[in-house]
C-alpha cells in the first residue's frame, strides 16, 4: 500500500503562490494532484509520469501551475502560481494508476488525506 502525505496547504490572497508537496512511502510511476470544490466533483489538475512528463487537465490552470517530481525522494510537487479564487479547493494527491486515463480519479488506487487551499479576492 502506498501511503500519500500532502502538504503546503493554506490561506492566500488573489495573485500569490502556494506550493504543495506530497510525499510517498514508494516510488510510484504516476503521480497526480487532483482538487475538490465544496460541493463538486473531484478534478484532475495535472499528472506527472516517471520521467517528469506532465500533463495539465485543466485548461485553466496552464501557465499558473507547474507539476514536478523528486525521484529520490519520492515526492511529487505543484507550484501554484497567480492563484484565483477559483482555484480555492482540497487538494489530494494520487498515485498508482490502474488504467489509462491520467485525469481521471477512477484510475488512481491510492489518495492522499487533502490539503486545503483558500483563495480570497
Known amino acids: 500500500q502506498v501511503r500519500l502525505v500532502e502538504s503546503g496547504g493554506g490561506s492566500v490572497q488573489a495573485g500569490e503562490s502556494l506550493r504543495l508537496s506530497c510525499a510517498a512511502s514508494e516510488y510510484t510511476y504516476t503521480l497526480a494532484w487532483f482538487r475538490q470544490s465544496a460541493g463538486g466533483a473531484r478534478e484532475g489538475v495535472a499528472s506527472i509520469d516517471g520521467g517528469g512528463d506532465g500533463t495539465y487537465c485543466d485548461n485553466s490552470v496552464e501557465g499558473r501551475f507547474t507539476i514536478s517530481r523528486d525521484n529520490a525522494k519520492n515526492m511529487v510537487y505543484l507550484q501554484m502560481n497567480i492563484l484565483k479564487p477559483e482555484d480555492t479547493a482540497m487538494y489530494y494527491c494520487?498515485?498508482?494508476?490502474?488504467?489509462?486515463?491520467?485525469?481521471?480519479?477512477?484510475?488512481?488506487?491510492?489518495w492522499g488525506q487533502g490539503a486545503q487551499v483558500t483563495v480570497s479576492s
Open positions: 494520487a498515485a498508482y494508476l490502474t488504467q489509462s486515463g491520467s485525469c481521471n480519479s477512477d484510475s488512481y488506487k491510492y
